[in-house]
């Protein structure tokens, strides 16, 4: 789990969204659709101060690689990545970082959403959230399927 450029899915570093899109590689390709998460300030009414993100890795990066593989069949992608961060982050940092690359944008987006959703719900990734007043919460989102 290092950098977002090395095929991991999985970082506890700041992911590199400019080595992900790959701009000059897929010449066929006129959509490119990128979506970062970000840490928010809030959650259900509460304030965050910040988060972490856990993960059982060595399934996560499986499920994910797998998300990947099918999301290019099924919209007919020349290239889709997803990078997670893990560990601690702060306000306003990038949680997860997906980016698909169509011939047309419809696909490129709808690809993108489906990407963020199914690794949402499969992959095996924890966030728990502190608030302000010294609490914290593992936050109950999206179940895995």
Same mark, same amino acid.
Request: hydrophobic residues 40%.
């Given at each position: ?34 979506f ?12 965050? *101060?910040?988060? !972490? @993100? ?9 499920? $994910?690689?797998?998300? +990947?593989?099918? #999301? ?5 992608l ?14 306003g ?16 987006? *709808?690809?993108? !959403? @489906? ?9 095996? $990734?924890?966030?728990? +959230?502190?608030? #302000? ?13």
């Amino acid at each position: 789990m290092t950098d977002s450029s090395n095929g991991t899915h999985l970082t506890e570093q700041p992911i590199a969204i400019d080595e992900l899109l790959a701009l000059d590689h897929y010449p066929e390709c006129g959509g490119l659709a990128l979506f970062a998460g970000t840490v928010r300030d809030h959650h259900q009414g509460l304030p965050v *101060e910040s988060l !972490r @993100y856990t993960a059982y890795a060595p399934l996560a990066e499986k499920r $994910i690689a797998e998300i +990947e593989q099918q #999301t290019r069949e099924r919209f007919g992608l020349s290239y889709c990545r997803v990078v997670h961060r893990l560990g601690a982050l702060r306000i306003g940092d990038v949680a997860i970082v997906c980016v698909a690359r169509a011939a047309h944008r419809a696909e490129a987006f *709808e690809a993108c !959403r @489906y990407l963020v959703d199914e690794v949402k719900h499969q992959a095996p $990734i924890w966030k728990e +959230e502190f608030y #302000t007043d010294g609490s914290s919460a593992y936050v109950q989102g999206c179940c895995i399927r």
